[in-house]
């Protein structure tokens, strides 16, 4: 009897254990934070530093995903021909569940853009 309670109690304790890990993967599922990218004046190129991929231009809305409710520090690159460069950066919140609702949300980021030569 001693062996059969024994096999019982490992069994209950596996399948709990499972459970626990499976609840623990939902925990970190996907959740998504948005900005919303303007400029004066408009038309400039928007490039992420962090792997110097295009994210569009101004104005533009964007998504960024990652576990959920974490937060990115974000630093940004705005390029457009007669301007100078200007670099940001900001914090976004993965809070949303989709990128429509996230983009709904979007967090407002406005950027003044020197001419070239003017400083």
């Known amino acids: 009897m001693a062996h059969s309670n024994t096999y019982l109690l490992k069994l209950v304790y596996v399948v709990l254990v499972s459970v626990f890990v499976l609840l623990q993967g939902c925990a970190g599922s996907n959740q998504y934070g948005a900005v919303k990218i303007t400029s004066s004046p408009a038309g400039a190129e928007i490039v992420n530093l962090k792997d110097d991929s295009n994210l569009g231009t101004t104005p533009a809305k964007v998504s960024f995903s990652g576990s959920s409710g974490t937060a990115e520090f974000v630093t940004i690159q705005l390029r457009k021909k007669g301007y100078a460069d200007r670099i940001t950066s900001f914090w976004i919140n993965r809070r949303h569940d ?7 949300n979007a967090i407002d980021l406005h950027i003044d853009l020197d001419k070239e ?3």
């Open 98 to 104: 989709s990128v429509a609702l996230a983009k709904e």
């Open 117 to 119: 030569g003017s400083n």
